[in-house]
């Protein structure tokens, strides 16, 4: 499985950014999976910032509640992350991630859920 992202860039505090990541697999297989961003900044871990399930149900860590949404297109196989409001906080590098055997209700959180990563695209926030 392939994940290409994109979308990443810098930008100034307030500002937003969209982020995109495509899936190589099938549309069929694309659909049953549960898909999320999750960010590293330097001497940080790996943090999940937004999940999808199967279903469209959604999960947010707290510090991007009300500020990001994420979002599903099967039909494209890809994943957005929407930015808005975006802080210094935020500069991370985000990494789109994907789990093919998710069931229905699940949105999975933990970082060893996910089997498939993407490379990772650096967002900078300047205040």
């Known amino acids: 499985v392939q994940l290409q992202a994109s979308g990443g860039g810098m930008v100034q505090s307030g500002g937003s950014l969209r982020l995109a990541c495509t899936s190589s697999v099938s549309g069929y297989t694309f659909g049953r999976s549960a898909l999320a961003w999750f960010r590293q900044s330097p001497g940080k871990e790996r943090e999940v910032v937004a999940a999808i399930g199967r279903s469209g149900s959604t999960y947010y860590t707290d510090s991007v509640k009300g500020r990001f949404s994420i979002s599903r297109d099967n039909t494209k196989k890809t994943v957005y992350l929407q930015m808005n409001s975006l802080k210094s906080d935020d500069t991370a590098v985000y990494y789109c991630?994907?789990?093919?055997?998710?069931?229905?209700?699940?949105?999975?959180?933990?970082?060893?859920?996910?089997?498939?990563w993407g490379r990772g695209t650096l967002v900078t926030v300047s205040s």
């Open positions: 991630a994907s789990d093919s055997n998710a069931i229905l209700t699940s949105i999975p959180v933990a970082a060893g859920a996910y089997e498939s």
